[in-house]
């Protein structure tokens, strides 16, 4: 028997007369809230019936007339204790197969003037004291200074003598007005494991319900799937109000232990933290299995800025739990295994749900692509360029077998950062010209990023010299250089990036031959500041003259480090040669380079930095193409750097090295031409591996392109080179390797006149592979520069 509280009426603080599980609204925001109850033939009496009829079973029950197949009852108005901006309603109906019953609710200010009617429908969640009822998953905003509340019930029947009944609704208001102020700022979403996608920015539950933020002990499990709702209505402005009438009536109404939703997405792209945890906290009174809950405020079509947070939430978790936007999962529907999107509407795990709305549902196969976009598959940095006074162009390479959705961020300093974005075809590679984007600014660090995993390269022309080596895929807070110098016409600049939004601080450290050292700054409490998503150049001439030194950097927080060079003649980029090469993030105890030649014009070096306090003894091995090898050995001091004139060791000769020390160690190879005024530097591999590809290169013109392969393993290589060349067209090339050899292949003399030039190489043994660009003619092939980068390794 439904018990009659004809108005039941409170204004208190913070929930203190509910009687349900420990709630959000407990010690936070304060919340008013009051409760009307129509359950007996006497409350029924209190509106204006059209086509109904009061009857007696269960103390008063709704339905239809004898003989009607629509009919209405609209209340009186009611009165409440206290002003209210939302509602939730819950009551028990019973509604036969071709009958059906509909709710509505409405509010005025006390002007006389009442507000649009707000429909008010069944969800999948029930109140835990009345798990027989229905309810409304959600509240329904009104007008914040509501003082009067109408609601208006609608019979109807199309089958014979059949009517739905209403025994009673229990409708609870809610004053939520009060509580923190949205100035309070987003953070970073915080859950899971690391993505390369960014976090999005959201509001934390005390920075909307006020109170300390609170504990999770419930269960979890990691989820297989995202679920989309939609609570409350397009015309929601502000959603703080919203957001916590929402989790007093699903917290205090329902008896829910928590808001049910992970995240709430605000019409203007807010979003919002809801259910303490984070996305692997279970929600077991909605269906979906392990799945996190997002729900969208409106009623209708999303909005931009709301589609936009979407797609960013959707690609950050996808990527976080390894769920894929566009794929597929198998959910327990009705007691049935069906597959569903791994992206679904709350009506696809729940039939009976009324949400989402059919907008957003039509729009999912959109959302779906779309968030598959905006997730950061891959992503390399580059700190060095220069559009305004050399050639610049960004090559990107898809290897795999489905499209690439790539993004070019050119952080153009003074910004505003550009951004342009392609679509690269499966196999095939795509180039940005830097200098047609923009020409006018000569610091301009960049960033790719890419929803499946591409590779990368810079194609820098000098004029005199030229670089292309690919860019790094991960920053780090410590990086290392073997190679710097300042002695006679050698010029060093390093050259840090932060791709962060917050300023990062750095220190230099810098490693002589000898183990004398000098850092940079030399105060521990004024550190070289690095502003947010610029790059800043350090001038190490002014720091350390003539003087040959490695380097170490650590930063407070991850970023980029390269290495720029000038030499030679002038020392300057319009009369001298230029090198530039990435920073290492690990030090390794094996370091391989398959490039390598002391014959005339070329003077090689080898350069070990040995960062650790105790002696690292190292031995150096040259590979031949012949399969013959030479051993040396060397003890480098601790906290010193070793450089081997390799000329004095194989003269006239083209060889490949390996380099094995018992400490982890940093190695670069340096190769000097045209009287010191042409050259290239660095690091070698830490592993040999199967494949090998590169995004970029160059035989036209005067440009000469060779591939350096070394195998250093006792086993015969066999080895096929995938080239796709600058009309998109294929070409390949195979060859067998001896164990322990180097081989060189002139690129330029199968496929001349390629303006661009992809190579990938697959070899049946590990093998490390390098490739080497020469600028000038033929005659005189690397007169005009080169550049020696190694590939980007594979699987």
Same mark, same amino acid.
């Given at each position: 028997m439904h018990h009659a509280l004809r108005l039941v009426g409170v204004a208190v603080l913070a929930g203190s007369i509910f009687l349900a599980p420990p709630s959000r609204v407990t010690a936070q925001a304060p919340v008013q809230s009051g409760k009307i109850v129509f359950s007996t033939a006497a409350d029924w009496q209190r509106g204006t019936r059209s086509g109904v009829q009061v009857i007696a079973n269960a103390d008063g029950e709704l339905r239809l007339s004898d003989g009607a197949t629509r009919g209405t009852f609209l209340s009186e108005p009611i009165s409440t204790t206290t002003t209210l901006n939302a509602v939730g309603v819950v009551w028990h109906a019973d509604v036969p197969p071709g009958t059906s019953l509909s709710l509505e609710v409405r509010g005025n200010t006390g002007d006389g003037q009442f507000g649009a009617w707000q429909p008010i429908v069944a969800g999948e969640l029930r109140a835990r004291a009345t798990p027989d009822a229905l309810a409304a998953e959600a509240v329904r905003s009104l007008p914040p200074d509501t003082r009067v509340v109408q609601f208006n019930v609608t019979l109807s029947s199309t089958a014979a003598n059949a009517s739905p009944l209403l025994s009673d609704i229990s409708i609870t208001y809610f004053n939520t007005m009060a509580g923190p102020p949205r100035a309070v700022g987003p953070v970073s979403a915080v859950a899971g494991p690391a993505t390369l996608t960014p976090p999005p920015l959201v509001y934390t539950s005390d920075r909307w319900a006020g109170g300390d933020p609170r504990a999770y002990r419930g269960p979890r499990a990691a989820p297989q799937g995202i679920v989309l709702h939609q609570v409350g209505a397009d015309t929601i402005d502000d $959603?703080?109000?919203?957001?916590?009438?929402?989790?007093?009536?699903?917290?205090?109404?329902?008896?829910?232990?928590?808001?049910?939703?992970?995240?709430?997405?605000?019409?203007?792209?807010?979003?919002?933290?809801g259910r303490s945890g984070g996305p692997t906290a279970t929600v077991a009174e909605l269906s979906g299995g392990a799945a996190v809950h997002v729900a969208l405020i409106g009623d209708a079509a999303p909005a931009t800025a709301q589609l936009d947070a979407l797609h960013r939430l959707l690609a950050w978790l996808g990527e976080a739990y390894n769920i894929a936007p566009t794929g597929q999962r198998v959910v327990a529907v009705s007691g049935a295994s069906v597959v569903t999107p791994a992206i679904a509407a709350h009506s696809d795990v729940a039939p009976g749900a009324g949400d989402p709305s059919g907008a957003l549902r039509n729009a999912l196969p959109q959302i779906r692509r779309a968030a598959d976009g905006a997730t950061v598959r891959s992503r390399w940095y580059f700190a060095e360029g220069n559009p305004r006074d050399y050639e610049e162009r960004l090559a990107v390479f898809n290897p795999g077998t489905a499209p690439a959705t790539?993004?070019?961020?050119?952080?153009?300093?003074?910004?505003?950062?550009?951004?342009?974005?392609?679509?690269?075809? $499966?196999?095939?590679?795509?180039?940005?010209?830097?200098?047609?984007?923009?020409?006018?600014? $000569?610091?301009?660090?960049?960033?790719?990023?890419?929803?499946?995993?591409v590779i990368a390269e810079r194609f820098m022309d000098f004029g005199n010299d030229m670089t292309v080596l690919p860019g790094v895929t991960r920053t780090s807070r410590v990086w290392y250089f073997a190679e710097g110098s300042t002695e006679g016409d050698r010029r060093t600049f390093l050259l840090l990036f932060n791709p962060q939004h917050e300023s990062v601080t750095a220190r230099v450290l810098l490693i002589q031959n000898d183990g004398t050292t000098f850092i940079y700054p030399p105060f521990e409490d004024q550190p070289i500041t690095l502003p947010p998503r610029q790059r800043s150049v350090v001038i190490l001439g002014d720091l350390l003259p003539e003087a040959s030194f490695g380097m170490r950097v650590i930063a407070s927080q991850p970023v980029v480090a390269e290495r720029t060079m000038i030499f030679g003649p002038g020392s300057s980029l319009t009369s001298g040669g230029v090198h530039t090469a990435p920073g290492i993030t690990e030090l390794s105890r094996a370091w391989y380079f398959a490039e390598g030649t002391t014959a005339p014009p070329f003077r090689m070096s080898l350069l070990v930095l040995n960062p650790n306090g105790e002696r690292a003894n190292v031995t150096v091995r040259f590979l031949t193409a012949d399969g013959t090898s030479l051993a040396r050995r060397y003890a480098i001091p601790p906290m010193a750097r070793l450089a081997i004139n390799v000329n004095e060791v194989v003269p006239e000769l083209g060889v490949a090295t390996t380099i094995v020390s018992d400490r982890p160690v940093a190695a670069e190879r340096a190769l000097y031409w045209r009287d010191g005024a042409a050259g290239t530097a660095g690091p070698g591999a830490t592993a040999p591996a199967y494949t090998w590809s590169f995004a970029d290169g160059r035989t036209s013109g005067d440009y000469q392109q060779f591939l350096l392969i070394s195998n250093p393993a006792r086993g015969q290589a066999r080895i096929e080179v995938a080239f796709i060349l600058a009309d998109g067209t294929s070409a390949s090339r195979a060859l067998v390797m001896p164990p322990g050899s180097r081989y060189t292949m002139a690129v330029h003399e199968l496929f001349p006149n390629q303006t661009s030039i992809t190579a990938t190489l697959r070899a049946t043994q590990p093998v490390v592979v390098e490739r080497s660009v020469y600028a000038g003619p033929p005659a005189a092939a690397g007169s005009r520069g080169g550049e020696t980068a190694l590939g980007v390794a594979g699987d």
């Open positions: $959603p703080l109000p919203f957001l916590r009438a929402l989790a007093a009536y699903q917290e205090t109404t329902l008896g829910l232990s928590d808001i049910a939703y992970h995240y709430v997405i605000g019409r203007d792209g807010a979003i919002f933290e790539v993004r070019f961020i050119m952080l153009r300093q003074p910004g505003p950062e550009v951004v342009r974005e392609t679509t690269v075809a $499966p196999g095939a590679r795509e180039n940005l010209v830097v200098n047609q984007v923009f020409n006018d600014a $000569p610091d301009a660090p960049a960033i790719i990023e890419a929803n499946a995993p």
